[in-house]
């Protein structure tokens, strides 16, 4: 790509972000939500951090788009102890630890 089409693209989607959080902070900002509005609301940051980690696990780019043991085992843990534990800050480090014993046992 030339570089008008990359900072036309990056001025584009910095406009449409600004957009998307103008309309519920200047538009909206001052007036009471729907209920049904407010519940699908609490679901945001659930269904954003899976779509943030999953690529890194499937398509780690350390090794080339190939799975790895160690981050699917990472993975596998930081889901199963937010799961049974229900405490994020538990899962994060567990994941993190098993990543870094995997990543340091296995290579």
Do not use: C, K
């Not at 990359?6 to 972000?17: E, S």
């Not at 043991?69 to 994020?88: E, K, Q």
Request: proline content about 7%; charged content about 10%.
């Amino acid at each position: 790509m030339n570089e008008v089409a990359v900072w036309t693209v990056i001025v584009l989607l910095g406009l449409g972000t600004f957009g998307l959080r103008f309309v519920f902070t200047g538009v909206i900002g001052d007036r009471q939500l729907p209920p049904w509005i407010l519940r699908h609301l609490r679901y945001t940051a659930v269904a954003v951090l899976p779509g943030l980690v999953a690529p890194l696990v499937v398509w780690p780019s350390a090794t080339g788009g190939q799975l790895d043991p160690p981050r699917l085992a990472a993975a596998a843990v930081t889901l199963a102890t937010g799961l049974f534990s229900r405490n994020v800050v538990a899962a994060i480090l567990l994941g993190a630890a098993t990543l870094y014993a995997g990543l340091y046992l296995l290579g």
